[in-house]
């Protein structure tokens, strides 16, 4: 780590030291090094290789179900062979050492977090693994297992309702509690972290925004330039699982 992310490290300390409560928001970048490909990584990434809004989308489901079925199921059996890495263990040991004073918000849906031991995670984009009806249930739907063939989704016998991932996609509005919970957090806190994340995707980056115009002190920790450091007062260069540890020592 270079002398200057050092300097700007201790000033983060610093913030972190005097805040009354510290608001986090993760992005797919702190789960990088877990081994789960981020959306923008484009050597791997999944926004790479497919259009996003067909396969994170009610339409893209809807018109290739299959493809969109599979897709999550890799990503899930993905999540079989991973564990969190030193950046999550990091936030959930600050969290548990300082109760009340830390509130994770993440737009991931890998669970890796929680996996960690952080506390009351309000995860913002649902969970991967999980599954809900697609459309409404029929008196059948939940009373027998649902049955997939060929690659196909589950679907339910009598009404031919699919199950699809319990996961937010693109154009569906977010859980009301956790957004609501969310933004609580970034209008209270005098700080807010944003961890891993380009910030391109809302209302998720806007918390960060909500959190500015409060006047908290915005640090971004991430390898690269995103979409918040115009609104940054630190930006922390550098991975999670090296900054993290780092930052809550
Ligand atoms: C909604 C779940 C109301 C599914 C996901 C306002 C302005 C503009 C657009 C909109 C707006 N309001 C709504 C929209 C539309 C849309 C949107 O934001 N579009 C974008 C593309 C412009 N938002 C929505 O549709 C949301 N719904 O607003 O409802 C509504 C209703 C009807 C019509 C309109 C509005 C719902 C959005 C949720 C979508 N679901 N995930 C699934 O996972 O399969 S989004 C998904 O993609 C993630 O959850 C995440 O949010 C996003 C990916 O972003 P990142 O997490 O930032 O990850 P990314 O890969 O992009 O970047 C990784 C970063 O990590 C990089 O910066 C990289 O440098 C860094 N990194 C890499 N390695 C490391 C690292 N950092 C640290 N350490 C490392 N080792």
């Known amino acids: 780590m270079n002398s200057q992310t050092q300097t700007a490290m201790q000033q983060v300390r610093q913030w972190l030291e005097q805040a009354k409560h510290v608001a986090v928001l993760t992005g797919a970048g702190v789960s990088a090094e877990s081994g789960v490909p981020t959306f923008r990584d484009t050597q791997k990434g999944y926004w790479a290789e497919f259009d996003v809004q067909d396969m994170a989308s009610v339409s893209g ?3 290739n ?3 969109v079925w599979q897709w999550y199921s890799e990503r899930r059996e993905l999540m079989l062979h991973v564990q969190p890495n ?16 830390l509130t994770l918000v993440t737009q991931n849906v890998d669970g890796l977090h929680e996996r960690a031991g952080s506390p009351h ?8 693994m999980g599954n809900c009806w697609l459309n409404d249930a029929c008196p059948m739907c939940d009373a027998q297992a649902a049955l997939s063939a060929g690659g196909q989704p589950p679907q339910c016998s009598a009404c ?3 199950l699809r991932p319990a996961v937010v996609w693109f154009g569906e509005n977010l859980p009301a509690q956790a957004l609501q919970d969310a933004e609580a957090a970034a209008q209270q806190c005098d700080l807010m972290l944003a961890i891993g994340t380009t910030g391109a995707v809302y209302p998720a980056a806007g918390l960060v925004f909500q959190a500015h115009q409060r006047g908290a002190k915005i640090v971004i920790i991430n390898p690269d330039d995103t979409e918040l450091d115009g609104i940054a007062d630190v930006c922390l260069k550098g991975t999670s699982a090296q900054i993290l540890p780092e930052l809550f020592l």
């Open 61 to 63: 489901y809807r018109s």
């Open 65 to 67: 179900p299959a493809r």
């Open 86 to 101: 030193p950046g999550h263990t990091a936030l959930a040991s600050y969290a548990q050492q300082h109760p009340g004073k």
């Open 121 to 128: 995670v309000i995860a913002l984009h649902g969970e991967l």
């Open 160 to 162: 031919g309702n699919m």
